[in-house]
Protein backbone atom coordinates (compact mmCIF):
# COMPACT_ATOMS: atom_id res chain seq x y z
CA UNK A 1 0.00 0.00 0.00
CA UNK A 2 1.57 3.27 -0.65
CA UNK A 3 -0.03 6.64 0.52
CA UNK A 4 1.01 9.92 -0.98
CA UNK A 5 1.34 12.78 1.53
CA UNK A 6 2.59 16.22 0.38
CA UNK A 7 5.88 15.63 -1.39
CA UNK A 8 6.15 12.31 0.64
CA UNK A 9 4.93 8.44 -0.55
CA UNK A 10 4.64 6.13 2.42
CA UNK A 11 4.57 2.80 1.88
CA UNK A 12 2.96 0.43 4.82
CA UNK A 13 2.88 -3.23 4.61
CA UNK A 14 -0.48 -4.30 3.28
CA UNK A 15 -0.08 -7.68 4.98
CA UNK A 16 0.47 -6.28 8.10
CA UNK A 17 -2.03 -3.57 8.34
CA UNK A 18 -4.82 -6.53 7.60
CA UNK A 19 -3.57 -8.56 10.58
CA UNK A 20 -3.39 -4.93 12.45
CA UNK A 21 -6.78 -4.41 11.78
CA UNK A 22 -8.48 -7.79 12.84
CA UNK A 23 -6.62 -7.98 15.95
CA UNK A 24 -8.22 -4.04 16.75
CA UNK A 25 -11.72 -5.24 15.84
CA UNK A 26 -11.49 -8.93 17.05
CA UNK A 27 -12.85 -10.46 14.34
CA UNK A 28 -12.19 -11.67 10.57
CA UNK A 29 -12.00 -8.88 8.23
CA UNK A 30 -10.21 -7.97 4.61
CA UNK A 31 -9.39 -4.77 3.17
CA UNK A 32 -11.55 -3.92 0.04
CA UNK A 33 -10.02 -0.61 -0.83
CA UNK A 34 -8.25 2.30 -0.31
CA UNK A 35 -8.18 5.68 -1.60
CA UNK A 36 -7.27 9.12 -1.33
CA UNK A 37 -9.78 11.65 -0.35
CA UNK A 38 -8.26 14.53 -0.62
CA UNK A 39 -5.32 16.84 1.33
CA UNK A 40 -5.46 20.25 2.74
CA UNK A 41 -2.65 22.53 4.69
CA UNK A 42 -2.84 20.18 7.79
CA UNK A 43 -3.56 16.58 6.77
CA UNK A 44 -4.37 14.21 3.76
CA UNK A 45 -7.13 11.75 4.61
CA UNK A 46 -7.84 8.33 2.76
CA UNK A 47 -10.58 6.09 2.79
CA UNK A 48 -10.04 2.25 4.01
CA UNK A 49 -12.88 0.52 2.58
CA UNK A 50 -13.14 -3.04 5.02
CA UNK A 51 -15.00 -6.20 4.48
CA UNK A 52 -16.11 -6.99 8.07
CA UNK A 53 -18.23 -10.40 8.10
CA UNK A 54 -19.38 -9.64 5.05
CA UNK A 55 -19.99 -6.32 5.54
CA UNK A 56 -18.89 -3.04 4.11
CA UNK A 57 -17.30 -0.72 6.32
CA UNK A 58 -15.69 2.50 5.59
CA UNK A 59 -13.19 4.25 8.09
CA UNK A 60 -10.81 7.71 7.44
CA UNK A 61 -7.03 6.82 7.47
CA UNK A 62 -5.35 10.58 8.75
CA UNK A 63 -1.83 11.65 7.77
CA UNK A 64 -0.93 14.81 8.91
CA UNK A 65 1.78 16.87 6.59
CA UNK A 66 5.50 17.43 7.32
CA UNK A 67 6.45 19.76 4.56
CA UNK A 68 4.57 23.59 4.98
CA UNK A 69 4.86 24.32 8.63
CA UNK A 70 2.18 24.65 11.07
CA UNK A 71 4.59 23.22 14.20
CA UNK A 72 4.60 20.10 12.17
CA UNK A 73 7.98 19.66 10.84
CA UNK A 74 8.80 16.92 12.57
CA UNK A 75 7.80 13.61 13.56
CA UNK A 76 7.75 13.67 17.43
CA UNK A 77 5.32 16.82 16.42
CA UNK A 78 3.02 14.92 14.55
CA UNK A 79 2.99 12.25 16.64
CA UNK A 80 1.43 14.84 19.52
CA UNK A 81 -1.24 16.41 17.44
CA UNK A 82 -2.42 12.65 16.69
CA UNK A 83 -2.47 11.03 20.47
CA UNK A 84 -3.90 14.74 21.53
CA UNK A 85 -6.93 14.19 18.74
CA UNK A 86 -7.26 10.88 19.57
CA UNK A 87 -7.77 11.80 23.70
CA UNK A 88 -9.96 14.72 22.10
CA UNK A 89 -12.39 12.57 19.31
CA UNK A 90 -13.19 10.05 22.63
CA UNK A 91 -13.69 12.45 25.54
CA UNK A 92 -15.82 15.14 23.10
CA UNK A 93 -19.51 14.93 24.74
CA UNK A 94 -22.05 11.88 23.83
CA UNK A 95 -22.91 12.04 20.24
CA UNK A 96 -21.17 14.91 19.28
CA UNK A 97 -17.85 13.44 17.06
CA UNK A 98 -17.38 10.28 15.76
CA UNK A 99 -14.71 8.19 17.54
CA UNK A 100 -10.97 7.60 16.86
CA UNK A 101 -9.88 4.10 17.03
CA UNK A 102 -6.00 4.13 16.71
CA UNK A 103 -3.17 5.99 16.22
CA UNK A 104 -0.50 3.97 14.24
CA UNK A 105 2.86 4.38 13.90
CA UNK A 106 5.02 3.72 10.76
CA UNK A 107 8.37 1.63 10.67
CA UNK A 108 10.98 2.00 8.60
CA UNK A 109 10.30 -1.76 7.58
CA UNK A 110 6.54 -0.91 6.15
CA UNK A 111 5.04 -2.16 9.71
CA UNK A 112 3.02 -0.72 12.14
CA UNK A 113 2.70 -0.23 16.00
CA UNK A 114 -0.18 1.07 17.92
CA UNK A 115 -0.34 4.05 20.64
CA UNK A 116 -3.82 4.42 20.90
CA UNK A 117 -3.28 2.81 24.35
CA UNK A 118 -0.39 5.02 25.56
CA UNK A 119 -0.75 7.44 28.38
CA UNK A 120 2.56 8.12 28.93
CA UNK A 121 6.31 7.91 27.23
CA UNK A 122 9.87 7.08 27.92
CA UNK A 123 13.28 7.14 26.71
CA UNK A 124 15.91 4.43 27.32
CA UNK A 125 19.11 5.74 27.11
CA UNK A 126 22.97 4.50 27.57
CA UNK A 127 24.74 5.71 31.10
CA UNK A 128 26.67 8.43 31.14
CA UNK A 129 30.13 7.14 33.48
CA UNK A 130 32.85 8.38 34.33
CA UNK A 131 34.40 7.12 31.27
CA UNK A 132 32.33 9.79 29.57
CA UNK A 133 34.06 12.71 31.25
CA UNK A 134 33.19 15.47 33.56
CA UNK A 135 30.65 18.54 33.08
CA UNK A 136 32.64 21.25 31.91
CA UNK A 137 31.02 23.66 34.22
CA UNK A 138 33.84 22.23 36.63
CA UNK A 139 36.69 23.76 34.46
CA UNK A 140 35.11 26.62 34.74
CA UNK A 141 34.85 26.58 38.32
CA UNK A 142 38.30 25.98 38.84
CA UNK A 143 38.88 28.84 36.05
CA UNK A 144 37.27 30.86 38.64
CA UNK A 145 39.07 29.53 41.90
CA UNK A 146 42.14 29.64 39.77
CA UNK A 147 42.50 33.06 38.25
CA UNK A 148 43.92 32.19 35.32
CA UNK A 149 43.74 29.73 32.20
CA UNK A 150 46.11 27.01 31.59
CA UNK A 151 46.72 25.64 28.72
CA UNK A 152 44.06 23.01 28.64
CA UNK A 153 41.12 25.35 29.13
CA UNK A 154 42.23 27.49 25.61
CA UNK A 155 42.63 23.86 24.42
CA UNK A 156 39.19 22.80 25.45
CA UNK A 157 37.55 25.89 24.10
CA UNK A 158 38.70 25.89 21.05
CA UNK A 159 37.41 22.28 20.77
CA UNK A 160 33.83 23.27 21.83
CA UNK A 161 34.01 26.00 18.86
CA UNK A 162 35.09 23.37 16.51
CA UNK A 163 32.36 20.61 17.71
CA UNK A 164 29.60 23.58 16.53
CA UNK A 165 31.52 24.50 13.59
CA UNK A 166 31.62 20.83 12.64
CA UNK A 167 27.60 20.40 13.61
CA UNK A 168 26.97 23.64 11.94
CA UNK A 169 28.21 22.56 8.67
CA UNK A 170 25.37 20.64 7.83
CA UNK A 171 22.81 23.04 6.28
CA UNK A 172 19.05 22.40 5.21
CA UNK A 173 17.02 24.86 2.61
CA UNK A 174 13.64 25.61 4.65
CA UNK A 175 12.42 29.05 5.41
CA UNK A 176 9.30 27.24 7.47
CA UNK A 177 12.03 25.48 9.99
CA UNK A 178 14.49 28.45 10.20
CA UNK A 179 10.79 30.99 11.11
CA UNK A 180 10.01 28.41 12.94
CA UNK A 181 13.10 28.45 15.50
CA UNK A 182 12.81 31.86 15.29
CA UNK A 183 9.39 31.54 16.71
CA UNK A 184 9.97 29.07 19.15
CA UNK A 185 12.84 31.11 20.15
CA UNK A 186 10.41 33.73 21.90
CA UNK A 187 7.17 31.48 22.17
CA UNK A 188 8.04 28.13 22.73
CA UNK A 189 7.33 26.56 26.46
CA UNK A 190 10.96 26.14 27.55
CA UNK A 191 12.26 29.36 25.88
CA UNK A 192 11.89 32.97 26.75
CA UNK A 193 8.13 33.39 27.04
CA UNK A 194 7.94 29.79 28.62
CA UNK A 195 11.20 30.62 30.63
CA UNK A 196 9.62 33.62 32.28
CA UNK A 197 6.21 32.05 32.78
CA UNK A 198 7.81 29.64 35.68
CA UNK A 199 8.98 32.62 37.69
CA UNK A 200 7.23 33.99 39.90
CA UNK A 201 5.13 37.20 39.79
CA UNK A 202 7.63 39.80 38.86
CA UNK A 203 5.76 42.17 41.45
CA UNK A 204 6.98 39.59 44.33
CA UNK A 205 10.57 39.98 43.12
CA UNK A 206 13.06 42.90 44.41
CA UNK A 207 15.30 42.77 41.34
CA UNK A 208 13.08 42.36 37.96
CA UNK A 209 9.66 44.29 37.42
CA UNK A 210 6.35 43.21 35.55
CA UNK A 211 7.03 46.43 33.11
CA UNK A 212 10.80 44.89 32.86
CA UNK A 213 10.06 41.77 32.07
CA UNK A 214 7.16 42.93 29.50
CA UNK A 215 9.88 45.09 27.79
CA UNK A 216 12.42 42.13 27.33
CA UNK A 217 9.10 40.00 25.54
CA UNK A 218 8.45 43.13 23.79
CA UNK A 219 12.00 43.84 22.46
CA UNK A 220 12.59 40.05 21.50
CA UNK A 221 9.30 40.62 19.56
CA UNK A 222 11.27 43.13 17.51
CA UNK A 223 14.28 40.50 16.72
CA UNK A 224 12.07 38.32 15.31
CA UNK A 225 10.54 40.07 12.99
CA UNK A 226 14.09 41.26 12.13
CA UNK A 227 15.77 37.97 11.78
CA UNK A 228 12.67 35.36 10.90
CA UNK A 229 13.88 35.75 7.26
CA UNK A 230 17.20 34.73 6.91
CA UNK A 231 16.55 31.21 6.21
CA UNK A 232 20.19 31.00 4.12
CA UNK A 233 21.48 30.58 8.07
CA UNK A 234 19.68 27.52 8.68
CA UNK A 235 21.67 24.67 10.14
CA UNK A 236 22.13 21.57 11.48
CA UNK A 237 22.35 22.43 15.86
CA UNK A 238 22.28 20.99 19.43
CA UNK A 239 19.85 23.47 20.92
CA UNK A 240 21.07 23.23 24.96
CA UNK A 241 24.89 23.34 23.97
CA UNK A 242 25.69 24.70 27.82
CA UNK A 243 28.21 23.58 30.43
CA UNK A 244 26.10 21.99 33.46
CA UNK A 245 26.21 19.19 31.91
CA UNK A 246 25.64 18.96 28.20
CA UNK A 247 28.88 19.48 27.61
CA UNK A 248 31.70 17.35 29.00
CA UNK A 249 35.42 16.32 28.31
CA UNK A 250 37.14 13.42 28.61
CA UNK A 251 41.08 13.06 29.80
CA UNK A 252 42.12 13.03 26.67
CA UNK A 253 40.19 16.38 25.76
CA UNK A 254 37.75 14.69 23.32
CA UNK A 255 34.19 15.93 23.62
CA UNK A 256 30.94 14.45 24.37
CA UNK A 257 27.67 16.45 24.29
CA UNK A 258 24.96 15.18 25.67
CA UNK A 259 20.55 16.44 25.41
CA UNK A 260 20.30 17.61 22.16
CA UNK A 261 17.58 19.48 22.48
CA UNK A 262 14.23 20.83 20.86
CA UNK A 263 15.48 21.47 17.65
CA UNK A 264 17.10 19.61 14.92
CA UNK A 265 17.65 22.60 12.26
CA UNK A 266 17.69 26.36 13.52
CA UNK A 267 19.33 29.39 14.18
CA UNK A 268 23.39 28.76 14.62
CA UNK A 269 23.47 31.76 17.64
CA UNK A 270 21.11 29.63 19.80
CA UNK A 271 24.20 26.86 20.27
CA UNK A 272 26.96 29.66 20.94
CA UNK A 273 24.53 32.18 23.05
CA UNK A 274 24.21 29.27 25.16
CA UNK A 275 27.52 28.70 25.77
CA UNK A 276 29.37 32.01 25.62
CA UNK A 277 26.54 33.16 28.46
CA UNK A 278 28.19 30.51 30.72
CA UNK A 279 31.34 32.37 30.01
CA UNK A 280 29.77 36.07 31.31
CA UNK A 281 27.89 34.04 34.34
CA UNK A 282 30.68 32.03 35.71
CA UNK A 283 32.90 35.37 35.74
CA UNK A 284 29.95 37.17 37.76
CA UNK A 285 29.58 33.83 39.94
CA UNK A 286 33.41 34.55 40.69
CA UNK A 287 34.40 37.81 40.58
CA UNK A 288 31.17 40.26 40.05
CA UNK A 289 32.36 41.15 36.38
CA UNK A 290 33.41 40.02 33.15
CA UNK A 291 37.19 39.03 34.56
CA UNK A 292 40.40 38.08 32.66
CA UNK A 293 40.41 34.27 32.25
CA UNK A 294 36.60 34.44 31.51
CA UNK A 295 36.98 37.81 29.30
CA UNK A 296 39.86 35.57 27.37
CA UNK A 297 37.98 32.31 26.81
CA UNK A 298 35.07 34.37 25.31
CA UNK A 299 37.24 36.01 22.73
CA UNK A 300 38.99 32.56 21.77
CA UNK A 301 35.22 31.15 21.17
CA UNK A 302 33.94 33.63 19.07
CA UNK A 303 37.39 34.19 17.42
CA UNK A 304 37.90 30.49 16.69
CA UNK A 305 34.12 29.81 15.52
CA UNK A 306 34.06 32.81 12.99
CA UNK A 307 37.34 32.30 11.95
CA UNK A 308 37.05 29.00 10.96
CA UNK A 309 32.84 29.14 9.28
CA UNK A 310 33.57 33.00 8.29
CA UNK A 311 30.08 33.54 9.48
CA UNK A 312 30.42 37.05 11.39
CA UNK A 313 26.71 37.93 10.58
CA UNK A 314 25.87 35.68 13.61
CA UNK A 315 27.11 38.86 15.86
CA UNK A 316 23.81 40.35 14.12
CA UNK A 317 21.95 37.76 15.34
CA UNK A 318 23.11 36.90 18.44
CA UNK A 319 21.11 39.39 20.63
CA UNK A 320 17.42 37.47 21.15
CA UNK A 321 19.04 34.46 21.94
CA UNK A 322 21.59 35.73 24.73
CA UNK A 323 18.26 37.23 25.72
CA UNK A 324 16.41 34.43 26.52
CA UNK A 325 19.94 32.11 27.92
CA UNK A 326 20.08 35.69 30.49
CA UNK A 327 16.57 34.92 31.42
CA UNK A 328 17.52 31.71 31.99
CA UNK A 329 20.89 32.14 34.21
CA UNK A 330 19.06 34.58 36.56
CA UNK A 331 15.98 32.41 37.03
CA UNK A 332 15.18 32.47 40.95
CA UNK A 333 14.71 28.68 40.99
CA UNK A 334 17.59 27.91 39.45
CA UNK A 335 19.88 29.46 41.36
CA UNK A 336 17.92 30.64 44.32
CA UNK A 337 22.04 31.63 45.73
CA UNK A 338 22.42 34.50 43.06
CA UNK A 339 22.20 37.74 44.45
CA UNK A 340 20.06 40.93 43.40
CA UNK A 341 22.99 42.72 42.66
CA UNK A 342 24.74 39.91 39.70
CA UNK A 343 21.15 39.33 38.65
CA UNK A 344 20.40 42.85 38.11
CA UNK A 345 23.88 43.03 35.88
CA UNK A 346 22.47 40.10 34.07
CA UNK A 347 18.86 42.10 33.08
CA UNK A 348 21.18 44.86 32.05
CA UNK A 349 23.28 42.88 29.93
CA UNK A 350 19.99 41.77 28.14
CA UNK A 351 18.46 44.94 27.82
CA UNK A 352 21.88 46.44 26.35
CA UNK A 353 21.88 44.02 23.85
CA UNK A 354 18.71 43.77 22.86
CA UNK A 355 19.21 47.95 22.43
CA UNK A 356 22.47 47.08 20.24
CA UNK A 357 22.10 46.36 16.60
CA UNK A 358 24.47 43.23 16.87
CA UNK A 359 26.53 41.69 19.75
CA UNK A 360 30.12 43.24 20.12
CA UNK A 361 32.68 41.29 21.93
CA UNK A 362 34.22 44.56 22.86
CA UNK A 363 30.96 46.25 24.42
CA UNK A 364 30.05 43.36 26.63
CA UNK A 365 31.00 45.58 29.88
CA UNK A 366 29.36 48.39 28.76
CA UNK A 367 26.26 45.83 28.87
CA UNK A 368 26.85 44.29 32.18
CA UNK A 369 27.94 47.72 33.71
CA UNK A 370 25.78 50.22 31.92
CA UNK A 371 22.62 49.57 34.66
CA UNK A 372 19.24 49.79 33.64
CA UNK A 373 16.11 50.79 36.42
CA UNK A 374 14.40 47.47 36.73
Not at 87 to 113: E, H
Not at 123 to 146: F, K, M, N, S, W
Amino acid sequence: MKLDVGPLSLKVDDEVFEEHLRRLFGVPLKILEIRKLGEGFHAAGFLLSLDINGKRRNLVLRVLRGDIGWGHDYASDRAAVLLLQHRLFNRAPPKTCVQSLDVLCLKADGSLLSLKDSIEFFQLVEEVTEVEGTPYVQDLHAIGRRGSLIERDRRRCQIAADYLVSLHSERRESPILYKRHIRDLIGHGEMLMGVIDTYPDPSSLSWTSSQEIEEIEVAAVRWRNRIKYLSHRLRRIHGDFHPFGNIRFREDDSIVVLDPSRFEYGEPADDLAALAINYIFLSLWHYGALSEPFRELLHIFFERYIRRTGDEEVLRVLPPFFAFRGLVIVHPLYYPEMDSRRRRKVLSFVRNVLDDDSFNLDKVDDYLEKLREP
